[in-house]
């Protein structure tokens, strides 16, 4: 059996490495490719299975908002990288191999084009954009969730084809929606879940047990150059916190993908004051992870860009310019900050949609200099806290999930 792996962003790439590692231990032999349609892969790379075809970053990071950025990426090279892209594809279904695409509509589409069998794990769409479990969300336009479920009518096309062998919506809620459509969905859970449950209780840094009262992951995103944008946003946050707990000691945790300028960004840190330091005693780091730490007053700040789990799993609450990332720290019981960016991601219509994916759990201020007190008043409201605890992880789902998907797809049916 031969299965090739569509994904079109760093956080589908993770997901999607989170199903081909138990695919890759599976007793009967497969022969696993994949081809991340935005990027370079990095998550297929540290898992060991090849790239099929042409990457490449384009200047707009994946996301073409307007034209000028189209502009950008034509002059960059985009129709020479899709059409490459699309060789490769074809020359993958011309040899009898299946697809599994995981994403949004793009890889989706591309699955049917190919005419190979496919499956689809549904990670940018939930009905819980339009409703919860009580009914639908108040104040929602009529438009919105026109055809009666957050997947449009041909996007639910797609999923209804025979050659469309099972589609792993990211949640129960969406599973149900499908069902009811007539689509062949399945609620095994969402992937992004699974690393994080692996880890026991490594920390990032170690610090005197005085100064650790408070924990804050920063997440920036990770397409250049918006993530640079974002940190100068997020290095101002971090000036509201120290404002909003002036006798606290606090401790920023900047989790930051490999692809990333660390002189960019330590720039962005001295010009706001802070110092480069050394701390003390054990520091729990790795000799592998990359990482950096600074000093303000009582604050310190970590940027590692190899310690993303630890981080999460440290940090007792987020600031979050991210999707994927700021989800999974969610799907851990955490509440996090959200702040809206220029863009073109994580704009003020993505972090608003994003808080109606994620309910209590992400609460938006408008400005960096409102994270303080929106971090304040969430740590004085204990039931409030558990309500973010329990949520988080309902929306988010148990781990597991990439090692159920994989099972499905090892059936006897997907091999013949």
């Given at each position: 059996?031969?299965?090739?792996?569509?994904?079109?962003?760093?956080?589908?790439?993770?997901?999607?490495?989170?199903?081909?590692?138990?695919?890759?231990?599976?007793?009967?032999?497969?022969?696993?490719?994949?081809?991340?349609?935005?990027?370079?892969?990095?998550?297929?790379?540290?898992?060991?299975?090849?790239?099929?075809?042409?990457?490449?970053?384009?200047?707009?990071?994946?996301?073409?908002?307007?034209?000028?950025?189209?502009?950008?990426?034509?002059?960059?090279?985009?129709?020479?990288?899709?059409?490459?892209?699309?060789?490769?594809?074809?020359?993958?279904?011309?040899?009898?191999?299946?697809?599994?695409?995981?994403?949004?509509?793009?890889?989706?589409?591309?699955?049917?084009?190919?005419?190979?069998?496919?499956?689809?794990?549904?990670?940018?769409?939930?009905?819980?954009?339009?409703?919860?479990?009580?009914?639908?969300?108040?104040?929602?336009?009529?438009?919105?969730?026109?055809?009666?479920?957050?997947?449009?009518?041909?996007?639910?096309?797609?999923?209804?084809?025979?050659?469309?062998?099972?589609?792993?919506?990211?949640?129960?809620?969406?599973?149900?929606?499908?069902?009811?459509?007539?689509?062949?969905?399945?609620?095994?859970?969402?992937?992004?879940?699974?690393?994080?449950?692996?880890?026991?209780?490594?920390?990032?840094?170690?610090?005197?047990?005085?100064?650790?009262?408070?924990?804050?992951?920063?997440?920036?995103?990770?397409?250049?150059?918006?993530?640079?944008?974002?940190?100068?946003?997020?290095?101002?946050?971090?000036?509201?916190?120290?404002?909003?707990?002036?006798?606290?000691?606090?401790?920023?945790?900047?989790?930051?993908?490999?692809?990333?300028?660390?002189?960019?960004?330590?720039?962005?840190?001295?010009?706001?004051?802070?110092?480069?330091?050394?701390?003390?005693?054990?520091?729990?780091?790795?000799?592998?992870?990359?990482?950096?730490?600074?000093?303000?007053?009582?604050?310190?700040?970590?940027?590692?860009?190899?310690?993303?789990?630890?981080?999460?799993?440290?940090?007792?609450?987020?600031?979050?310019?991210?999707?994927?990332?700021?989800?999974?720290?969610?799907?851990?019981?955490?509440?996090?900050?959200?702040?809206?960016?220029?863009?073109?991601?994580?704009?003020y219509a993505f972090a608003e949609a994003q808080t109606r994916l994620l309910g209590s759990s992400l609460t938006l201020v408008k400005h960096p200099h409102q994270v303080g007190k929106a971090i304040y008043d969430l740590l004085q409201n204990a039931d409030r806290l558990q309500i973010i605890s329990e949520n988080g992880r309902r929306r988010l789902g148990n781990p597991g999930a990439g090692a159920r998907i994989a099972e499905f797809i090892m059936q006897p049916k997907s091999l013949s």
């Amino acid at each position: 059996m031969r299965l090739l792996c569509l994904s079109n962003g760093h956080g589908e790439d993770a997901i999607a490495a989170q199903i081909l590692r138990p695919l890759q231990l599976h007793p009967q032999a497969l022969e696993l490719g994949a081809l991340p349609l935005v990027g370079e892969g990095r998550p297929y790379a540290q898992i060991g299975v090849s790239l099929v075809g042409k990457t490449k970053i384009m200047p707009s990071g994946g996301f073409i908002m307007d034209k000028r950025q189209l502009w950008r990426d034509v002059r960059g090279g985009l129709l020479t990288l899709l059409w490459q892209q699309w060789r490769a594809i074809r020359s993958w279904r011309s040899s009898g191999g299946i697809i599994l695409a995981v994403g949004d509509l793009v890889p989706l589409l591309l699955a049917w084009l190919s005419g190979a069998k496919y499956y689809f794990v549904g990670t940018a769409k939930s009905e819980y954009y339009l409703r919860d479990e009580a009914g639908r969300l108040p104040n929602r336009p009529w438009w919105d969730g026109w055809s009666g479920s957050v997947y449009l009518p041909w996007e639910r096309w797609l999923m209804t084809r025979s050659r469309c062998l099972g589609v792993f919506p990211r949640d129960s809620l969406t599973t149900q929606m499908l069902c009811q459509r007539g689509i062949k969905a399945f609620d095994l859970g969402n992937p992004m879940m699974d690393d994080l449950a692996e880890l026991g209780e490594e920390v990032i840094i170690d610090l005197p047990e005085e100064s650790r009262l408070l924990s804050i992951l920063l997440l920036p995103g990770s397409r250049p150059p918006e993530a640079y944008e974002n940190w100068q946003l997020l290095v101002k946050a971090v000036v509201s916190c120290g404002s909003q707990f002036p006798q606290q000691s606090l401790l920023f945790l900047a989790a930051i993908v490999p692809s990333l300028d660390l002189d960019i960004l330590s720039k962005t840190l001295f010009q706001h004051g802070w110092r480069a330091s050394v701390v003390q005693g054990e520091t729990g780091l790795t000799p592998t992870q990359q990482s950096l730490v600074f000093s303000s007053g009582l604050a310190t700040l970590v940027i590692t860009q190899s310690g993303f789990k630890e981080s999460v799993l440290q940090a007792d609450v987020a600031v979050a310019m991210a999707g994927t990332a700021t989800e999974q720290f969610v799907g851990l019981g955490k509440p996090a900050i959200a702040i809206p960016g220029q863009g073109p991601q994580y704009t003020y219509a993505f972090a608003e949609a994003q808080t109606r994916l994620l309910g209590s759990s992400l609460t938006l201020v408008k400005h960096p200099h409102q994270v303080g007190k929106a971090i304040y008043d969430l740590l004085q409201n204990a039931d409030r806290l558990q309500i973010i605890s329990e949520n988080g992880r309902r929306r988010l789902g148990n781990p597991g999930a990439g090692a159920r998907i994989a099972e499905f797809i090892m059936q006897p049916k997907s091999l013949s």
